[in-house]
């Protein structure tokens, strides 16, 4: 047990480490091969931050592990929302400005209902995580074409702000790219061994472990990225972080996973978990949008009312945890 607590310890201090070398080496190759700053923050920024959890939940379903697959991938969800945007906001509220990321939230709204559909039959099909990549594919399609436009956009101003502080060299970016990618999977391949470990040693099952620790820890990277977008009034940056990892996470995550391994889901997964991450992406959809004559805003009450929600939910599981 001692050996399986460092082995995850380790793992998620270097998992955090390489997903920002990663993220930053492959921003700056981006922008060095004439990439718009607006794809550089949808695509490489917004998912980048997602390369833990798709490798670990990659590796988890490889070694026959579903728990912590899934578990790691809705469970940074719930954290992206309530922890990661409550914190967020508690620092400094949230005004929404970007038109693209108004567009975003009810497509993450339809998705995040699609991934209850297919759960609430009890299993995510080989065929269920085909469509979810198909769906994938279409919206990083329509990212794409929105990422190529030359209309001025709130988010575009503050990508290349980001990007300014950046002074990596072509040779350096491709460097970090590659070296961040092979500490990733070292990484995630000793976090999901010690997270098997301590699940097998205490009793637990995998998806506890999965939400919780695991998915804490490869949502790291979204939170650091979002403290220091906040802390520099960057808000539809950090907004974007989220909105483009939950969308990264229930398509591409839990997509790859289900084509290695199609997986059994258990009856909790959806009346627990999958109606939190979907009442939190409602209201993020409703504060986003804003409506009757409301702008979009995440405001400091806002704020506390999600950490109280994550703080609920984690009480909730660490309940079951301790009741083995």
Same mark, same amino acid.
């Given at each position: 047990m001692l050996l399986a607590s460092f082995a995850l310890g380790l793992g998620l201090v270097l998992l955090v480490w390489s997903a920002d070398r990663f993220v930053d080496g492959a921003a700056a190759t981006a922008r060095h091969y004439g990439m718009p700053a607006r794809l550089v923050g949808m695509v490489i920024v917004g998912f980048g931050t997602s390369a833990p959890e798709l490798v670990v939940s990659a590796l988890a379903a490889w070694e026959g592990s579903p728990g912590i697959a899934l578990g790691n991938a809705y469970g940074s969800n719930i954290a992206n929302i309530a922890l990661i945007l409550g914190v967020t906001a508690v620092i400094s509220p949230i005004a929404v400005h970007s038109q693209v990321l108004r567009r975003e939230l009810p497509i993450?709204? +339809?998705?995040?209902? =699609?991934?209850?559909? #297919?759960?609430?039959?009890?299993?995510?099909?080989? %065929?269920?995580? !085909? /469509? *979810?990549?198909?769906?994938?594919?279409?919206?990083?399609?329509?990212?794409?074409?929105?990422?190529?436009?030359?209309?001025?956009?709130?988010?575009?101003?503050?990508?290349?702000?980001?990007? +300014?502080?950046?002074? =990596?060299?072509?040779? #350096?970016?491709?460097?970090?790219?590659?070296?961040? %990618?092979?500490? !990733? /999977? *070292?990484?995630?391949?000793?976090?999901?061994?010690?997270?098997?470990?301590?699940?097998?040693?205490?009793?637990?099952s995998d998806l506890i472990i999965g939400l919780t620790i695991v998915a804490l820890g490869t949502s790291l990277p979204e939170l650091a990225s979002s403290i220091v977008a906040a802390r520099k009034n960057e808000h539809d940056l950090a907004l974007g972080n989220i909105i483009g990892s939950n969308l990264f996470n229930t398509l591409a995550v839990v997509g790859i996973a289900g084509v290695i391994s199609p997986m059994a889901v258990e009856p909790e997964v959806f009346s627990r978990d999958i109606l939190t991450m979907s009442a939190l992406t409602l209201s993020l959809f409703f504060m986003g949008r804003g409506f009757a004559g409301r702008p979009g805003r995440i405001s400091q009450v806002d704020g506390f009312l999600l950490l109280l929600a994550y703080l609920a939910y984690t009480a909730y599981l660490l309940t079951e945890f301790l009741g083995g």
């Open positions: 993450l709204t +339809a998705i995040t209902a =699609l991934a209850a559909w #297919q759960v609430w039959n009890g299993a995510i099909t080989r %065929l269920d995580a !085909l /469509i *979810l990549l198909a769906v994938f594919a279409g919206v990083m399609g329509w990212m794409i074409s929105q990422g190529l436009r030359k209309t001025e956009d709130a988010l575009d101003r503050e990508v290349e702000e980001q990007l +300014a502080g950046e002074h =990596l060299s072509t040779r #350096q970016a491709l460097f970090w790219t590659f070296a961040g %990618l092979v500490l !990733l /999977i *070292l990484s995630s391949r000793l976090l999901v061994w010690g997270a098997v470990e301590i699940a097998h040693g205490l009793g637990v």
